[in-house]
């Protein structure tokens, strides 16, 4: 009976183990860059989405639902309000709808956003909330946007592509 309570004492340890260095391995080290999630590889255009499969639209765009929702689609003309972050490849956020106090609303399809964004919400439900890379040709392209307050440098380099989290709050 003793070796069986110091084997449990032992498997509880290794656990133990195993769940701090898991828990501090995401951890950044001081003076490192944010962390945000790699860019997946996978061409998957299944929609089994239980398995996080990213799926990859017509012109690159790729995404994996975080969360699928049961409301209408967001068809072109549609009128969508949608929550964003959207983060450069090193991490940094360039821009959320938090900042502005509201949702973003527009209407999809007639080119109030980006072309990746009018490609990308017309195969998402309301409710839904995704993870999406954009393609630099479909985001800001060779221009990039310059900063307001400093003409010599990029809010978004050019030929940058560009990662947002996106979930759509209505769809009218």
Same mark, same amino acid.
């Given at each position: 009976m #003793?070796?069986?309570? %110091?084997? =449990?004492? $032992?498997? !509880? $340890?290794?656990?133990?183990? +195993?769940?701090?260095?898991? @828990?501090?391995? %995401?951890?950044? *080290?001081?003076? @490192? #860059?944010?962390?945000?999630? !790699?860019?997946?590889?996978?061409? @998957?255009?299944?929609?089994? =989405?239980?398995?996080?499969?990213? *799926?990859?639209?017509?012109?690159?765009?790729?995404f994996l639902f975080r969360e699928r929702g049961t409301g209408p689609l967001a068809q072109p003309g549609r009128r969508v309000a949608v929550r964003y972050t959207g983060f450069l490849p090193d991490g940094h956020i360039f821009d959320a709808s938090e900042a502005a106090g509201r949702a973003l609303r527009f209407r999809v399809g007639r080119g109030e956003v980006i072309p990746g964004w009018d490609e990308?919400?017309? +195969? +998402?439900? &309301?409710? !839904? /909330?995704? /993870?999406?890379?954009i393609p630099a040709a479909l985001a800001y392209g060779a221009a990039g946007v /310059?900063?307001?307050?400093?003409? $010599?440098?990029?809010?978004?380099?050019?030929? =940058? &592509?560009?990662?947002? &989290?996106? *979930?759509?709050?209505s769809v009218r």
């Amino acid at each position: 009976m #003793k070796q069986a309570a %110091g084997i =449990t004492r $032992s498997v !509880s $340890s290794l656990w133990l183990v +195993l769940l701090l260095l898991i @828990a501090t391995a %995401g951890r950044a *080290q001081p003076g @490192a #860059k944010p962390a945000v999630p !790699s860019i997946p590889t996978a061409s @998957a255009t299944g929609t089994d =989405t239980t398995r996080l499969v990213p *799926q990859v639209t017509q012109n690159g765009v790729r995404f994996l639902f975080r969360e699928r929702g049961t409301g209408p689609l967001a068809q072109p003309g549609r009128r969508v309000a949608v929550r964003y972050t959207g983060f450069l490849p090193d991490g940094h956020i360039f821009d959320a709808s938090e900042a502005a106090g509201r949702a973003l609303r527009f209407r999809v399809g007639r080119g109030e956003v980006i072309p990746g964004w009018d490609e990308l919400l017309p +195969l +998402l439900p &309301e409710g !839904s /909330r995704v /993870r999406a890379w954009i393609p630099a040709a479909l985001a800001y392209g060779a221009a990039g946007v /310059r900063d307001p307050d400093d003409d $010599s440098r990029f809010v978004i380099p050019p030929d =940058t &592509e560009l990662l947002f &989290e996106l *979930q759509i709050l209505s769809v009218r």
